[in-house]
């Protein structure tokens, strides 16, 4: 159901994309919603960006504001992450996932079906 690709390695201040293209047809329904999570060795997968593919809704965590966007492309059924200002902290593999997510709780890993295969960045 998601293809990811994209990630890598590169040094801090640099940038990334990763993208995720969605093969279902429910791209459109009614509070369907695509994010990105990542998970580090020895922590919990965290939410780190989500957006609401109807309403164009974007939602972000703190820790990424202002350095990571998420987008969509339409045509393509693909949302990416562009990350930029990278540091060693963002170093995790970083999973693309899709679901309906109650009100609130974009960043509940729990709130999503499909899970893409993960893509692993790196950032020394």
């Known amino acids: 159901q998601l293809v990811e690709s994209g990630g890598g390695s590169t040094h801090t201040g640099g940038s990334l994309r990763l993208d995720c293209a969605l093969t279902?047809?429910?791209?459109?329904?009614?509070?369907?919603?695509m994010g990105w999570f990542r998970q580090a060795p020895g922590k919990a997968r965290e939410g780190v960006a989500a957006i609401y593919t109807a309403a164009g809704l974007t939602q972000y965590a703190d820790s990424i504001k202002g350095r990571f966007t998420i987008s969509l492309d339409n045509a393509k059924n693909t949302v990416y992450l562009e990350m930029n200002s990278l540091n060693p902290e963002d170093t995790a593999m970083y999973y693309c996932?899709?679901?309906?997510?109650?009100?609130?709780?974009?960043?509940?890993?729990?709130?999503?079906?499909?899970w893409g295969q993960g893509t692993q960045v790196t950032v020394s």
């Open positions: 279902t047809s429910t791209y459109y329904s009614n509070g369907f919603c």
């Open positions: 996932a899709a679901g309906w997510p109650a009100g609130g709780m974009w960043d509940r890993t729990s709130e999503y079906k499909y």
